[in-house]
């Protein structure tokens, strides 16, 4: 067709393609009259021995005839054309890659991946991430998740909805650190502290999910790559220990205060007090088949996500083995009120601690004292001392192994690098026997200041007799 005035489109016979012009590099340019008898443009191009035609828009009958940019009613011959050898060219350099198709199918692949990910990423949100962290948790026995829930709920998801929903692997550290100086300012810099703490493990635990197979495969799915709770700073000063304990005559008189309680009450804050004010958390929840003759085991669930709890074991004075007794254990749980069906809350214990003392004590609080702390530092420093001597004994059964390689080759080179790592274990035997030396010196020195400490006990208390809770009375 060698005119292409809109008087000759306009008098193209109805639904039949006609080639206007070619197109440079490959193809032609061609119009179709439609039965509403508007004309439509196509570019038409072979691929091996198919042809297909890919529509560029209406012909405008009023667009200036060099126009190169469509109009809001269509395009011109020239617009149309260019269009046209745009398309024919990208399809001409990518030819050997299979040309326009390939290229149309990569195209609605990458679309559809990125629609993928937006959906995941409205899925996996900061909200998710944290509830996934707390279900983790409560799946392998971690009583923290109560705390950790009631910490996201009331100052991530109410406070701040909208960082909530963001993407979790979008979420900066600004904007968690914004959330922590809000409990900041509003004298709760302890609870600032617990959220920074809890939402790093959170991000943490996704970001791991890539290497360790421990944990669950859903968090991989938090496309975690840095942590930006880790980009946060703590408030220091929230974070130091207890400067008020209770003093000598304050634990006198707390115990005076219980011990004439002929109650399962006063059995109870007894045992939480003789056993050296353990953590309530971990007493209350003390199974009767963990009493022994002279001792209880508790099991620690604090510590790294994954691991079970750390059982340890409290030896019993003679007065705590009588308010165990008092607190009469039966069924699953030894400290119930309902026959060993559930335990005594630890908020329950507590109040109960705080009602009997508080008009007698002035800012008391169930807490740890330094009793514990006493009662518990030989156990501890036996705990590190056999995980010293365990370690040093497995490098000498790992050096006696190598002497034996030693023993049973002829190649020079291979008695090389055993005798190099014999050398190796040496020094790491050497440095863990160096440990084991610094730990009986603390222990030694803890021991002398104890002594002391007692002896000045002793000298205030000289003039008084009784049983083994003197101390106390």
Not at 118 to 144: N, P, V
Not at 236 to 255: C, F, G, H, I, V
Not at 393 to 415: N, Y
Request: hydrophobic share 40%; proline share 5%; charged share 25%.
């Amino acid at each position: 067709m060698k005119s292409t005035s809109g008087q000759s489109l306009a008098m193209l016979p109805l639904g039949v393609f006609v080639t206007l012009a070619k197109v440079k590099p490959m193809g032609a340019l061609q119009a179709r009259k439609q039965a509403s008898g508007a004309v439509a443009l196509y570019w038409r191009y072979s691929v091996g021995s198919k042809s297909e035609r890919v529509a560029l828009g209406l012909y405008d009958s009023s667009a200036p005839p060099k126009s190169l940019t469509p109009t809001q009613a269509g395009l011109s011959i020239s617009a149309a054309t260019r269009a046209a050898e745009t398309l024919a060219l990208e399809h001409h350099q990518h030819r050997d890659a299979g040309g326009r198709p390939a290229l149309v199918a990569a195209e609605r692949a990458a679309k559809a991946a990125a629609e993928t990910a937006r959906e995941r990423a409205a899925s996996h949100t900061l909200a998710s991430l944290l509830t996934a962290y707390c279900d983790h948790l409560e799946s392998i026995g971690r009583r923290s998740h109560k705390d950790a829930r009631s910490i996201f709920a009331l100052h991530v998801v109410d406070a701040w909805p909208a960082a909530a929903r963001l993407p979790a692997k979008d979420v900066t550290g600004e904007q968690l650190a914004d959330m922590m100086r809000r409990l900041i300012e509003a004298g709760k810099g302890r609870t600032a502290n617990k959220l920074r703490s809890y939402v790093r493990a959170a991000y943490q635990m996704a970001k791991a999910a890539k290497s360790k197979p421990s944990i669950p495969v859903a968090f991989k799915a938090f496309e975690i790559h840095s942590n930006p709770a880790a980009d946060t700073e703590p408030d220091e000063t929230q974070n130091r220990a207890d400067k008020n304990p209770m003093s000598a005559a304050e634990l006198r008189a707390y115990w005076q205060l219980i011990k004439p309680l002929n109650s399962f009450r006063g059995a109870l804050l007894r045992l939480h007090l003789l056993t050296g004010g353990q953590r309530i958390e971990q007493l209350v929840n003390l199974r009767t088949a963990n009493i022994s003759p002279g001792a209880i085991t508790l099991h620690d669930g604090k510590g790294r996500p994954g691991r079970s709890p750390r059982p340890h074991t409290i030896p019993l004075l003679k007065e705590a083995a009588e308010a165990l007794t008092a607190c009469e254990p039966v069924g699953k749980f030894a400290l119930s009120t309902d026959r060993g069906e559930t335990h005594v809350a630890a908020t329950t214990l507590a109040d109960w601690a705080v009602d009997f003392a508080r008009p007698h004590i002035a800012d008391f609080q169930a807490k740890r004292t330094v009793c514990q702390a006493s009662l518990a530092q030989p156990y501890q420093q036996k705990g590190l001392l056999q995980d010293a001597m365990k370690a040093a004994s497995g490098r000498l059964e790992q050096i006696k192994a190598l002497m034996g390689q030693i023993d049973g080759t002829t190649d020079q080179k291979a008695v090389l690098e055993v005798q190099a790592r014999i050398g190796a274990e040496n020094a790491m035997l050497a440095h863990e026997m160096s440990q084991v030396q610094m730990l009986v010196g603390m222990a030694d020195s803890e021991e002398r200041i104890a002594r002391s400490r007692d002896r000045e006990r002793q000298i205030e208390m000289l003039n008084r007799t009784g049983k083994i809770s003197d101390f106390l009375k």
